[in-house]
C-alpha cells in the first residue's frame, strides 16, 4: 500500500536550505496508509504549509512531494486529523502531539 511518511524536525529549516531528498530515519518519521490520508487532503488546504523550503508557500500537502509544517499550523493539522476519529490515525496524532510540545517542524513525504 501507498504511505506518507511524517517526521518532525530537530532544529528549525534553515531559510536558503532545499529538503528535497527523501530522508524518513534523520526525522524519525512514522507510516500513514494512503487510505487515510488521501480523503482528508481537501480539509488539509486550509493549513499554510511550504513545498520543500521555507521560501515556497503553499497551502496543504504536497501530496507526490515534500511538505514542511511549521509549528503554527500544527494545532489545525491535528483537528483535522483527530476529527476523524480514525484509530489508524492515531500514530499520526501523537506524531504531531510531540512536535506541539516541542515546538518543531515537522516534514511530510507524499507518495
Known amino acids: 500500500m501507498a504511505k506518507h511518511e511524517f517526521g518532525i524536525f530537530e532544529t528549525d529549516p534553515a531559510p536558503e536550505a532545499s ?3 527523501f530522508e524518513p530515519e534523520k526525522y524519525n518519521c512514522i507510516a500513514v496508509d494512503d487510505d487515510y490520508i488521501e480523503p482528508l ?3 488539509l488546504r ?3 504549509t511550504y513545498s520543500y523550503r521555507i521560501s515556497l508557500p503553499i497551502k496543504g500537502l ?3 512531494g515534500i511538505t514542511l ?3 503554527s499550523v500544527l494545532l489545525q493539522f491535528e483537528k483535522i486529523i483527530n476529527s476523524t476519529g ?3 490515525l492515531q500514530v499520526l496524532s501523537d506524531k504531531i502531539e510531540e512536535a506541539i510540545q516541542r515546538n518543531k517542524f515537522m516534514i511530510h513525504y507524499g507518495l
Open 69 to 71: 509544517l511549521s509549528p
Open 62 to 64: 504536497e501530496y507526490t
Open 19 to 21: 529538503y528535497d531528498t
Open 86 to 88: 480514525l484509530t489508524g
Open 46 to 48: 486550509l493549513l499554510e
Open 41 to 43: 487532503l481537501e480539509k
